[in-house]
């Protein structure tokens, strides 16, 4: 199966309209609870003004990477290429928080989500829908972020 890089790295940073971002908040309650990160002991927890502020920063590129997506999908069938959205033009990678808001994007566009951590170690910043997956996702990966 062929994979399809998906580079949304030049709208990070593209704010999103403030009803988009509250509205984005609101259908993610699941992202202000404390989620444990076992066996590292670490744990991820998110105030309401946290997720707004991430989702204020990523959420224009996760709607480029669904709408690219789709762009794809009509073209190749669904289930026929691997999608790896690319945000790696980055100041520094994403936190472990960051990306967990990010997957919950990625979800609401509906992008299948199979996590590749292709990068060096040491730094992680590519991700290839739910909660526990991207909680699964996280506690494999916590060891390669810096």
Do not use: C
């Not at 790295?9 to 992202?31: C, M």
């Not at 002991?41 to 997720?51: C, I």
């Not at 990068?119 to 909680?135: A, C, D, F």
């Amino acid at each position: 199966m062929r994979f399809f890089t998906i580079d949304v790295a030049d709208k990070i940073g593209s704010a999103a309209d403030p009803s988009d971002v509250r509205e984005f908040t609101n259908r993610h309650p699941e992202l202000l609870i404390e989620i444990a990160l076992s066996p590292q002991g670490t744990t991820l927890k998110a105030n309401r003004q946290t997720v707004e502020d991430v989702a204020r920063k990523y959420l224009a590129a996760v709607w480029e990477a669904g709408r690219i997506y789709r762009y794809i999908a009509e073209r190749k069938g669904i289930g026929e290429f691997i999608p790896e959205i690319s945000m790696d033009e980055t100041d520094v990678p994403q936190s472990p928080l960051e990306l967990l808001i990010i997957l919950a994007a990625i979800a609401d566009e509906k992008i299948p989500f199979k996590p590749s951590p292709r990068n060096s170690p040491g730094v992680l910043t590519k991700v290839s829908t739910t909660v526990e997956t991207s909680r699964n996702f996280l506690v494999n990966s916590l060891p390669t972020w810096r």
